[in-house]
């Protein structure tokens, strides 16, 4: 399986952001999937993650309202649409791909067995 994230960037406060998540290697359409994130200095943290059907959605507390995450099965592509970018949102995001087929939503690092490469976003003025 192969993961390739881009979409990051620099962005003003306030920005918005697209980043995307291309998949190979594998069924893409019946593995749930996530992004995770991390700032220098700091643990890899949970941000959003999207059941291999788009029924289910959750994300952390901190980017509610602001992150969405979606899939197109047809392009083996998921995304996350990042808006109202804040200082704090400064990080190398990465997609990853949930251990096992038909499984449901995983917050947690250990839950996914294959990783993208990482795309930095950051947000300054």
């Known amino acids: 399986v192969q993961l390739q994230a881009s979409g990051g960037g620099l962005v003003q406060p306030g920005g918005s952001l697209k980043l995307s998540c291309a998949a190979s290697?594998?069924?893409?359409?019946?593995?749930?999937m996530g992004w995770f994130r991390q700032a220098p200095g700091k643990v890899r943290e949970f941000v959003a993650a999207?059941?291999?059907?788009?029924?289910?959605?959750v994300y952390v507390d901190s980017v509610k309202g602001r992150f969405t995450i979606s899939r197109d099965n047809a392009k083996n592509t998921v995304y996350l649409q990042i808006n109202s970018l804040k200082p704090e949102d400064t990080a190398t995001y990465y997609c990853?791909?949930?251990?096992?087929?038909?499984?449901?939503?995983?917050?947690?690092?250990?839950?996914?067995?294959?990783w993208g490469q990482g795309t930095q976003v950051t947000v300054s003025s």
């Open positions: 290697g594998c069924t893409f359409s019946t593995y749930s």
């Open positions: 999207i059941t291999w059907d788009s029924g289910s959605s």
């Open positions: 990853a791909q949930v251990r096992g087929r038909y499984n449901g939503l995983a917050q947690r690092s250990w839950e996914y067995e294959s």
